[in-house]
């Protein structure tokens, strides 16, 4: 399985920004994966920001609920976290998985 994700970028704080993550790869069942968002700080440790089970179960830090929405579409074998309200402690790499494969990362920097 490979995974690309895109969409970082720099933004004000306050904005928005789409994050996406397409999967690639034979012999494995998207659809039957659980799929996440992490994001890594300077400085700081790897955080799980969202979850997304194939039983359509959407788990959040508590530092983004409210502000972020994860969501698949299954037949694209596709991920999205959608950020709302972003803040500048937003800021970090963020890394999108399936099942135990690891995206590359793309940055997400929140001006103030």
């Known amino acids: 399985v490979q995974l690309q994700a895109s969409g970082g970028g720099l933004v004000q704080a306050g904005g928005s920004l789409r994050l996406s993550c397409a999967a690639s790869?034979?012999?494995?069942?998207?659809?039957?994966?659980?799929v996440g968002w992490y994001r890594q700080a300077p400085g700081k440790q790897r955080e799980l920001v969202a979850q997304h089970s194939f039983r359509s179960e959407a788990t959040y830090a508590d530092s983004v609920k409210g502000r972020f929405a994860i969501s698949r579409e299954n037949a694209e074998k596709t991920l999205y976290l959608d950020m709302a309200s972003l803040k500048p402690e937003d800021t970090g790499v963020y890394y999108c998985t399936v099942g135990d494969t690891w995206g590359q990362g793309t940055q997400v920097t929140v001006s103030s």
């Open positions: 790869g034979r012999h494995f069942n998207f659809k039957l994966q659980t």
